[in-house]
Nanobody, 114 residues
Framework: QVQLVESGGGLVQPGGSLRLSCAVSGSIFSFNPWGWYRQAPGKERELVAAITRRSSTNYADSVKDRFTISRDNSKNTVYLQMNSLKPEDTAVYYC????????WGQGTQVTVSS
């Protein structure tokens, strides 16, 4: 069973930035596409950014041009750089494979508020 550990969340003012990290255990990392998902209170979990094995990326319209996903296969880690944050970005952020195969970490809370 893969283990996923997300970190880097916190409280930030609108317009601020955060960088999330997700450390993945095991040897599966480089063989899989990965994504960042988020779940806001009362809403469904949604995929906001994805990166293929060859580092092609794709973004939800709501975060395009503000978020950047990247991966480091040598560190088994996937990152999400979030800029120009908005209150509507407030959510718990998770990483997993794309599509998700049932493995989730504990997530990291991102709160955007003044």
């Amino acid at each position: 069973q893969v283990q996923l550990v997300e970190s880097g969340g916190g409280l930030v003012q609108p317009g601020g930035s955060l960088r999330l990290s997700c450390a993945v255990s095991g040897s599966i990392f480089s063989f899989n596409p990965w994504g960042w998902y988020r779940q806001a209170p009362g809403k469904e979990r949604e995929l906001v950014a994805a990166i293929t094995r060859r580092s092609s990326t794709n973004y939800a319209d709501s975060v395009k041009d503000r978020f950047t996903i990247s991966r480091d296969n040598s560190k088994n880690t996937v990152y999400l750089q979030m800029n120009s944050l908005k209150p509507e970005d407030t959510a718990v952020y998770y990483c997993s494979t794309t599509p998700n195969r049932g493995s989730w970490g504990q997530g990291t809370q991102v709160t955007v508020s003044s």
